[in-house]
């Protein structure tokens, strides 16, 4: 089993930053991919960026390019999503999620991936 525990959702300004942690722990060598989804009210959750655990390559959203950073630390089975220049469109619920999957890009759907994180909140107000 894995469990992911997610942090650093708050509510900002629009051109803000924020940084969320996603804390994977139990048995990590189990996926190949980690990645950010979002999920705003009455919308289906999407993918935000994606990262491959083995080779470290990453995929972003069309919406995200240029402003969102995805990360990881080994040592710590930890993976972070730097967020820069935050517009309100940017505001929802956002998930860690970690699965085994033949590619890691931020377009496969989410009902791919095994495992998920509880959320956290991210709200940019204009």
């Known amino acids: 089993q894995v469990q992911l525990v997610e942090s650093g959702g708050d509510s900002v300004q629009a051109g803000g930053s924020l940084r969320l942690s996603c804390a994977a722990s139990?048995?990590?060598?189990?996926?190949?991919?980690m990645g950010w989804f979002r999920q705003a009210p009455g919308k289906e959750r999407e993918g935000v960026a994606v990262?491959?655990?083995?080779?470290?390559?990453?995929s972003y959203a069309d919406s995200v390019k240029g402003r969102f950073t995805i990360s990881q630390d080994n040592a710590k089975n930890t993976m972070y999503l730097q967020m820069n220049s935050l517009k309100p469109e940017d505001t929802a619920m956002y998930y860690c999620?970690?699965?085994?999957?033949?590619?890691?890009?931020?377009?496969?759907?989410?009902?791919?991936?095994?495992?998920w994180g509880q959320g956290t909140q991210v709200t940019v107000s204009s």
């Open positions: 999620a970690a699965g085994t999957l033949w590619y890691c890009w931020a377009t496969t759907t989410h009902r791919e991936y095994n495992y």
């Open positions: 139990g048995y990590t060598g189990s996926y190949n991919c």
């Open positions: 990262i491959s655990t083995t080779v470290g390559s990453t």
